[in-house]
């Protein structure tokens, strides 16, 4: 299996700047692709950055604003956030999509963090 730990989570004012941290441990062959997703209350979970092979990809809501990475000798993916909006307040969510050393495929969520954005 899996497990995703995010961490970085907080009450921060609008325009500044938070750095979420995923780690992931288990025993994992491979991993097909990361992401970070964000569910607000009362809204659907939608996507907010993914990386996979090196190729990221950014919702549209924030383009230029966000930057996801990954650093394997740590076992870590980041979301970095700048210029941070009342609109981002939501609960963040790591996600990994990983063949096991088992050979079979596994897809895993991390429990959370909490992001909130002060106007």
């Known amino acids: 299996q899996v497990q995703l730990v995010e961490s970085g989570g907080g009450l921060v004012q609008s325009g500044g700047s938070l750095r979420l941290s995923c780690a992931f441990s288990?025993?994992?062959?491979?991993?097909?692709?990361m992401g970070w997703y964000r569910q607000a209350p009362g809204k659907q979970r939608e996507t907010v950055a993914t990386?996979?092979?090196?190729?990221?990809k950014y919702a549209d809501s924030v383009k230029g604003r966000c930057t996801v990475s990954r650093d394997n000798a740590k076992n870590t993916m980041y979301l970095e956030m700048n210029n941070l909006k009342p609109e981002d307040t939501a609960v963040y969510y790591c996600?990994?999509?990983?063949?096991?050393?088992?050979?079979?495929?596994?897809?895993?969520w991390g429990r959370g963090t909490q992001v909130t954005v002060s106007s």
């Open positions: 996600y990994c999509s990983a063949v096991l050393a088992s050979g079979s495929s596994y897809d895993s």
């Open positions: 288990g025993s994992i062959s491979s991993i097909n692709a």
């Open positions: 990386i996979s092979s090196g190729s990221t």
